[in-house]
Every structure is written in C-alpha cells, then in structure tokens.
C-alpha cells in the first residue's frame, strides 16, 4: 500500500512564484517613490512660481526681490534635483518589474517623460538660476537696458519650463497609476491541499 505523504516543502512557493512576488512589490515601492518624489518637486514649483514669486517682485523693491527669490530658487534647484533623480531611479526599478510588459506605450511613454523632466530640472538648475542669479548680482533689472532684456528673457524661459515641467508632473502621476500592475488570479499561486494518505 503506497502512502503520499506532504510536507512543508511541498506548500512552499516556487522560485518563479518568489520571483513574480519580489518584482510585484518593487513595482509598488517604486511607485509609491515616484509619485511622492514627483508631488513634492511639482508642489514646490507652484509655491515659488505661482505663489511666492509674483507676491515678492510686486511687494520688495529691487533688487532685493531677486536676490530673495534668487537664492530660493536656488535652494529649490537642489530639491528638484533630488527628486528628479528618485523619479529615475524609480523608473529603472519599475522597468525591471515590468519585465516584458515594460515595453508597452504608455510604460515607455511615463520613462521617456520622467526623462525629459529630470532634463528639464537640470537645465533649469545648472544654468538657468545660476544665470539669472548673476545677472541680478550684477544689478539687472527685468527690462532695463541690455542686460534687463537679456534678463527678462531667461525669466520667460524658466517659466516656460516651469510651467512645462508641472504639466509633465500631473501627466506622470497619471501614467504611474495607469500603468500600476494589478494582480490577475492567474498569477496568485495556486495552492492545493494535500490529499489524505492512502492507496490511490
């Protein structure tokens, strides 16, 4: 009389199964990174740029308005700078998650936008703040002469980036939530219970 007997190793998950499970949690937590790192460096933006920005340059003389901003801006540049790098990074690790389904538009369309933000807050943080910085060390004013021209031109450029780049945020929310894994029955293990011992 042949007897089948069970034992824990037989109820444990397989290695594929250990892995489907390793790369579904690294989806979460990289979304989970993405959309806060991506909430705190759009929140910012609107603070500064829509909030603070045009309250100061109309209430504080120049240029001690732009120094003001100036400096933080400057400062803000560093936060953006570390979210965009949390952004990738959070991408990487959800395209290794995605494994093959990483391919698909709207998965490459989120990584080719969070992209082009960490390029834009780069841009924005390397050259342009630094230049509009300097030229108000210098004693520019938006619009005066030469170099208040040349300074009103960069304004206009950073605030089209700004204003780019926050579009680009929402989007990219929205791309993480659209392109969030859900779990399918098929790919919860499948757990049979043991049969009672005895001839078959």
Known sequence: MNEERFSEEDLRAS??????ELRFQVDR??????????????GGMIALGACAAPFVFEMVPGPLSGYAMGSAFARFDKIALG???????AEVARTWA??????????????ILAIVMAMGAAYTGLTITPQINSLYRDGARRGDGDVGVSLDRIHKRAEVIGKAVTAGGVALVALHILTLAARRPEDEPELMAPLPPGPR
Do not use: D, Y
Request: charged letters at 20%; a positive charge; proline letters at 2%.
């Open 29 to 42: 937590v990289a979304v989970v990174v993405a959309v806060l790192s991506t909430g705190v460096w759009i």
């Open 15 to 20: 290695a594929e199964e250990r892995a489907a």
């Open 83 to 89: 979210a965009a790098a949390l952004l990738l990074a």
């Open 98 to 111: 995605a494994g093959v389904h990483g391919r698909r538009p709207m998965a490459r369309a989120r990584r």
